[in-house]
């Protein structure tokens, strides 16, 4: 098609069809002779140039008397006006407000260079290179240009037409594509044609198979890519290597970023530019490039901007670090389950830095009164220490976090100690003045008896008591954010006794507990006494529901109750069940490192739990804790508060009970102030988050809002919970399915949710956004174990571990193994509430290099 059909029948007469009325302004009046050509028993041209005074009476009566199915064109030999006032000055901007008008300036394409380009796809490059010395080429010379050239032997194996198809289809040809290949011996020559014509490439090598072409043309591609993106001139030592005619740059830029966001040819474009990087020894070559673009080639460049982006964050650079974490963080690079490490850390740590700065600004206009403060953490304060969990184990995943990122890890440390301890400082204060607890909120010992005991008296509830060790609020905020998917559930709060410890806390939980429960120093140690009686061991409390609820009453671990095979029911005449979990403290307290992973497994058996007690007939759901914990990774050198004296019995290096001196470090309590009956003279502690022992990286036992602020869950079960994800199938992929084995501790999964009442067509409009559990399972039966979870990232749920697929869409997540396990092992999609698989099983083995 010559340019002037092109003109005339996919502009002029298609616009012209859509609005009937058309103004074509042709200041250097290229488009005269097609304007007049389209004139028509349906169409009307009137051509200004004859004269404006007659035409412009011509026009207005031709417009008067438009008939449905008719047309008008007006042909204006003057540029279009651009600013309103010249808008009002021009007669025919009447014409143009009732239709349209060409060239629009407001319109992409319009341009004739654009124009020429969209008409001629395979002369792209010509066609930039003549504009570049003619900026008004007739349109003899535009059709003269690629006359003849075609590539039929090309476009009979690839299937496929225009110079930037073809190029794409040849650099990844399949094994059938090859074969037609070397059956044909005329494409070398048009091969030859095609990348000397649209890219410059004069091929060096001499072989004329397909492997030593591709080879080339894949060089030639990636490094044409990278030398354009470039803010700088390359390295002497690499300026012979060839280089595309610069009028090549949208088709190389186009085969760039199609062949890495192409999810089909993913790994074929990692390998061959890790294969080109290493060929041309880019990353020593370019090690002193600072001032790369913003397209990801070489995985050397995501090295470099992760260096950037550290850079800005250790610069308070918020708006560099956002951008350099929304070009590059998941580029084709993220599929290396280092760099999503790499990148999971950088993001967390901005998260927080951004988010302990805001709450910074806002914080004074909370801290005049207790309350208001109280109120704070519940809606805002909280997510500071929701993202210094989260960032804390990002740290914990990036072994090298200090050598990759000296200074960022002490930066947000420091940054968020520092919130936390003046809201700590503020609070401690009222505390001081007001007593314990806060008469705004319920205190622990009041829980039950205003809660569960109301619904056990009246009868015909059945109802289930989950006494949850370390429950911390902002955990507490996350596990509700889920059940509320499953169940009618509601987030409360509570305060919890002094001393926050466990034996103290779990029996604070207990029915009667305000008018009942104590605190007592026994030859030094803490004792917690119900009616004068010990209830610090587990024995002893669930004794104390028994002495109530007699066969009422029955009792169980959260995992054992979770493992009930499902004809194992508990008995109907049972109202009260009493669930216990003592697994986030006992983690904490002797495996730190594996906490976090732990608190997401606790949060599943918790969701899995409340679906089981629906199935087993309960009616309401207390999910309750003892007390919350601090996580004192932010500490610093000589950081831990000196003991006033010895006559102080310090509990949990937190508090101090007994009597003696105190400075101005301290608060302090006496005994009528503490919401609980205790013989102990004074509670005091450090008004500091700072604790008695120096090294403690996590604790409890004190006064902080993080420690004594915990969580109330109540649920009312529906009488049919909805199955998570019942519709749905998840399609998951390991490398394309090209290799079984992971190499690394961290293998990158890519996760796919499709419908499983999908039409003919594979249609899923109805499917809602589901969410997953990834793992990776050992063994079967009684001998299954979970050997690998996903990591917290993107889209993973730091505090559940869950993962959340939206239709349609792939996403990437990492897989964190355990350490400890070699082997064969089998990656699922999992529903968190009813435990069933979701789609296909991968079957993967480690293959760990030593």
Known sequence: M?????????????????????????????????????????????????????????????????????????????????????????????????????????????????????AKPDQATEIRELFEQNNNP???????????????TLQAALNDEGATNLLFKFMTANKDIQSKLAAEASWHTEVQSLF?????????????????????????VLFSEFVFDLNEDI????????????????????????????????????????????????????ANITKLGHRDTFPFEEKCYLKQAITALLADDGDATRKIVAEHANSVWSSNSDSQVNWGLVKSSQRLLETCEDLERELPNFIKKQSDLIEFYQSSLRRADQLHREFEQAVNDCPEADDLMPGVVDLVRKNYRKLVETVQQRFTHFVNDSGWPPAE?????????????????????????????????????????????DADSQLSVAFATLPSITPVGMASLLPGAYDNLSVSLDDGKTKALYN?????????????????????????????????????????????????????????????????????????????????????????????????FYMNNAQEAGDKVTSPDSNWKVEHQRILLGSGNLDDHHYSLANDKLGINSDITMFAGPRSLSPYRKGMLYYHGGLSLQECLVPVIEITLKPSIVKAGQDASVVLDYKKGTKKTITARF??????????????????????????????????????QVVGEARPGEHVNAATGTVTLEPGETIKVTLKMDPEFEGKFKVKAIDPVTNSTLGNVLELVTDYAV
């Open 532 to 628: 004068g009686k010990p209830v610090g061991s587990v024995d002893q409390r669930m004794g104390v529901f028994k002495s109530q609820y007699g066969d009422r009453f029955n009792e169980m671990t959260l995992k054992d109750f979770v493992k009930l095979p499902k004809k194992k029911t508990i008995d109907t005449s049972v109202d009260l069940l009493v669930l216990r979990s003592t697994e986030i403290d006992s983690f904490f307290e002797n495996h730190p490192e594996d906490a976090p992973a732990m608190m997401q497994r606790e949060l599943k058996q918790i969701r899995q739990a409340v679906n089981k007690l629906q199935d087993q007939g309960f009616q309401k759901v207390f999910i309750v804790t003892d007390h919350g």
């Open 441 to 485: 909120v319920l205190s622990n010992t009041q829980l039950f008896d205003s809660k569960v005991e109301p619904l056990l008296k009246s009868g015909g509830n059945r109802v289930a008591y989950l006494m949850v060790d370390a429950l911390r609020y902002e955990l507490g905020f996350e596990l509700n954010k889920q059940l509320v998917e």
């Open 138 to 152: 007739s349109f003899d010379v535009i059709n003269a240009i690629g006359g003849g050239v075609n590539w039929p």
């Open 2 to 118: 010559s340019i002037e059909q092109y003109i005339k029948t996919d502009i002029l007469q298609s616009r012209l069809a859509d609005t009937s009325v058309l103004v074509v302004y042709d200041g250097e009046q290229r488009y005269h002779q097609l304007a007049k050509d389209i004139a028509s028993d349906v169409c009307d041209v009137i051509d200004v140039s004859q004269g404006s005074l007659s035409t412009r009476q011509q026009a207005i009566t031709a417009l008067s008397q438009m008939k449905a199915g008719k047309q008008l064109l007006v042909y204006v030999p003057k540029a279009a006006p651009m600013e309103e006032e010249e808008k009002q000055k021009d007669p025919f901007s009447l014409y143009a407000a009732a239709g349209s008008i060409f060239p629009d300036p407001e319109r992409s394409g319009d341009k004739y260079l654009d124009i020429c380009l969209k």
């Open 196 to 220: 000397n014509s649209s890219l410059g490439l004069t091929l060096r090598t001499k072989q004329s198979s397909w492997s030593a072409i591709a080879d080339e043309l894949w060089r030639f």
């Open 235 to 286: 390295p002497g030592s690499l300026s012979d290597v060839p280089v595309a005619k610069s009028s090549a740059k949208p088709i190389i830029e186009e085969l760039g970023d199609k062949l890495r966001k192409h999810t089909d040819y993913q790994n074929l474009y990692i390998e061959r530019a890790s294969s080109i990087e290493e060929e041309l020894k880019l990353d020593a070559l370019c």
């Open 747 to 784: 293998a990158v999964i890519e996760l796919k949710l499709e419908s499983l009442s999908a039409d003919l067509f594979g249609s899923s409009e109805d499917l809602e956004a589901t969410e997953i559990l990834l793992e990776a399972h050992s063994g079967a039966g009684k001998n299954l």
